[in-house]
């Protein structure tokens, strides 16, 4: 069993950054391939970026790429999402996301969630 819990979210300006984090609980977190999607309003999940297990690779949305970038903190137990020149269709609610198979883009194919935080970004 894995517990996520997002933090770091908020409020901030076109251009600026944010750096959110994600700590889980359980002893097996560095055996687990972390991911970042996000819900806008009236809008399914999306895909941001993914981890794999030990941090060796990376994977980013075409929409992301180039400005965020996602790592992990094995002994800490925590993986990050930097995000820098945010644009406000970057608003939405951010979820971690946990799986015990390979990185995967697909929401339902994580095993564990985050309750999520939300970031906005104003113009």
């Known amino acids: 069993q894995v517990q996520l819990v997002e933090s770091g979210g908020g409020l901030v300006q076109a251009g600026g950054s944010l750096r959110l984090s994600c700590a889980a609980s359980?002893?097996?977190?560095?055996?687990?391939?972390m991911g970042w999607f996000r819900r806008a309003p009236g809008k399914e999940h999306e895909f941001v970026a993914a981890?794999?297990?030990?941090?060796?690779?990376?994977y980013y949305s075409d929409s992301v790429k180039g400005r965020f970038t996602i790592s992990r903190d094995n002994a800490k137990n925590t993986v990050y999402l930097q995000m820098n020149s945010l644009k406000p269709e970057d608003t939405a609610v951010y979820y971690c996301?946990?799986?015990?198979?390979?990185?995967?883009?697909?929401?339902?194919?994580?095993?564990?969630w985050g309750q999520g935080t939300q970031v906005t970004v104003s113009s």
């Open positions: 996301a946990a799986r015990s198979n390979s990185y995967s883009d697909s929401f339902e194919k994580y095993d564990y």
């Open positions: 359980g002893r097996t977190f560095g055996s687990y391939a």
């Open positions: 981890i794999s297990w030990k941090g060796r690779s990376t």
